[in-house]
């Protein structure tokens, strides 16, 4: 199954294997990294199924994340939490879907890791300057989500996900925060480059990873240097 979805060109998933998805992920299933134990609810975005997540644990292992105040936004499984927090960070996790924050908590407690978890869209309900590090695994599907679970594929027809995502920070002082989001060439970098510009703020490619043919980004979120 990994091996199937684990490949090129998904383009939000060949109809073949978004059925494929859709009945693998009907039922609960269980996932283990690095020593970590999870329960992976249905609407949940899985870990396993794709590259984002395990590409951004494998950059943060070159960091030190011991006392770091760290944020995932949108944490999905919470996959990235719990390492971090494993790591000894102070970690909060938020998601919009309520299923996935009820599995962050369950996984935490399975694994005795200590995470706030918070209902958010986006910074609707955190302070973003009280974390030194931001991790975000964004949609970027554009397509506006019918439901709560194809928020974690879409992010409207316009992106609008982006749009309120970089209008949020366009008044932070983004220079004392680590703040990383990861993107992969199936999306429109281009389009998401140009909403971020306009709200002044740079996209500084800090990794580029080749995974299974596809290309995948990690970019630092910056001042752009007309605007700091």
């Not at 859709?22 to 199924?49: C, D, M």
């Not at 644990?57 to 949108?74: M, N, P, Q, T, W």
């Amino acid at each position: 199954m990994l091996a199937l979805l684990q490949r090129k060109s998904l383009r939000f998933l060949h109809p073949f294997l978004r059925r494929l998805v859709r009945y693998y992920l009907r039922k609960p299933r269980s996932y283990r990294f690095q020593g970590l134990r999870l329960t992976i609810y249905p609407s949940v975005f899985h870990p396993g199924l794709f590259y984002s997540t395990q590409y951004l644990i494998a950059y943060l292992s070159e960091v030190d994340l011991s006392r770091k105040r760290l944020l995932e936004l949108g944490a999905g499984s919470g996959l990235i939490s719990m390492v971090a927090a494993s790591h000894g960070a102070t970690v909060t996790s938020t998601d919009i879907n309520a299923q996935a924050l009820e599995g962050i908590r369950e996984n935490a407690a399975t694994n005795k890791l200590d995470i706030e978890v918070k209902e958010s869209d986006l910074f609707d309900k955190v302070e973003p300057q009280r974390f030194d590090m931001i991790i975000i695994n964004p949609p970027y599907y554009p397509k506006a989500p019918q439901n709560t679970a194809e928020s974690a594929w879409f992010c409207g027809e316009n992106f609008e996900y982006f749009e309120k995502l970089f209008r949020q920070l366009e008044n932070e002082n983004l220079n004392d925060i680590h703040i990383l989001m990861v993107l992969s060439e199936d999306c429109d970098i281009t389009r998401i480059g140009q909403i971020s510009s306009k709200a002044g703020i740079a996209l500084d490619e800090v990794s580029r990873k080749e995974i299974g043919g596809e290309l995948n980004f990690i970019f630092r979120l910056k001042k752009s240097q007309a605007h700091s």
